[in-house]
């Protein structure tokens, strides 16, 4: 996000790159934990439609890559399965979409409204590049409402009720290398609301030698998810449970989509970590640990990596308590059992199994310290003890 005094400088025109970067570090902590700069808590479709056009508009505005147009000036967007049919002058669920005179737009392309240089750890990606950085951005709006959202100010947001900054693709590429960022990450809200951005700064990135990442809930039309992921080097997928009814009531999306995005990204060759938040109470049953190690399994392999991460208090649920580290670790043991090969432990400090280990001597292979990978002992892909290959993409 923005800090103070840059807030002000957006408002009256761009931000040199310095004091942007500078600003975006300096505040490197808060997304994640909820920093508040919109006030607004409910969904981005249920708050009123779009303004005019201001002046400014015109370099976010780029036409929508998937959507029908329909009679009498509507379009169905072919985004995300929600589908949505807008009329004239009204935006989609995600309120970052804008049907202008039956033409569809999105309202965020180069709009950031969160930079930071992260750890790759962080997103989390434990098999791919350990011990980078990410160039890593966001901007307004998302296709669900998680009631658990950490970043709900700015995924709940329409983007103009939150303080953004015009970066053209180019302009994340360059930073991206400024930064000795290998990666560029897409990340913090929706991924899937700003397709056409990341498209476009996928390709500038490679043109640049940089490598694109995205941190997505995997809720994508198979057609965009080929075209969009397919621009990506690693994506990472938060799986937010194993049960329609729990998608339905707590994330307001669908499971079925999600899964056949993962299904598709196998298929792709992507190389993809799945996260799974861990609420007490609600998705944390033996079977539904079970259910999801066995799938992952059967339909992706025993060798892509699940991180049980633990859920903190936010939004919509602050009543429930933070995940218990037994219950974490009862899923891991589940999912150890069922045969997958790197399960690990998210959100616990100092836990081991944050670590990598050889899945055939059990040593261990990659230790991390907080979001810092602070031994390495992989060599050319394999276990240095055993030679056991071991999947991910260890080096730059
Ligand atoms: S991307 Fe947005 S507008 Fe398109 S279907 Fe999904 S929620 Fe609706």
Known sequence: MFCELDLQNAVRGPLDRRSFLKC????GAALGGGAALASVAQPAAAMPAAASESEDDARYVVEAKFYQKLANRKIKCKLCPRECSVG???RGYCGVRENRGGTYYTLVHSRVCAAHVDPVEKKPLFHYLPGTIAFSIATAGCNVNCKFCQNWDISQSRPEQVPSHYM????VAEMAKQYDCPTIAYTYSEPVVFAEFIMDT?????AAGVRSIVVSNG???????KEAYGRMDAVKIDLKSFSESYYSKVVTGQLKPVLDSLVTLRKMGKWTEIVYLVLPTLNDSDAEFRGLAQWIKANLGADVPLHFTQFHPAYLLKNLPITPVETLERAKAIADAEGLHFVYIGNVPGHPAQNTYCPKCRKMLVERVGFTASEMLIKNGKCPFCQQPIPGVWHV
């Not at 809720?219 to 998810?225: E, G, M, N, R, T």
């Open 24 to 27: 975006a570090l300096a505040s």
């Open 88 to 90: 004239d002058k009204e």
């Open 202 to 206: 996928a390709d500038a990135g490679h």
């Open 219 to 225: 809720f994508i039309q198979q057609d965009a998810l």
């Open 168 to 171: 053209p693709p180019k302009s």
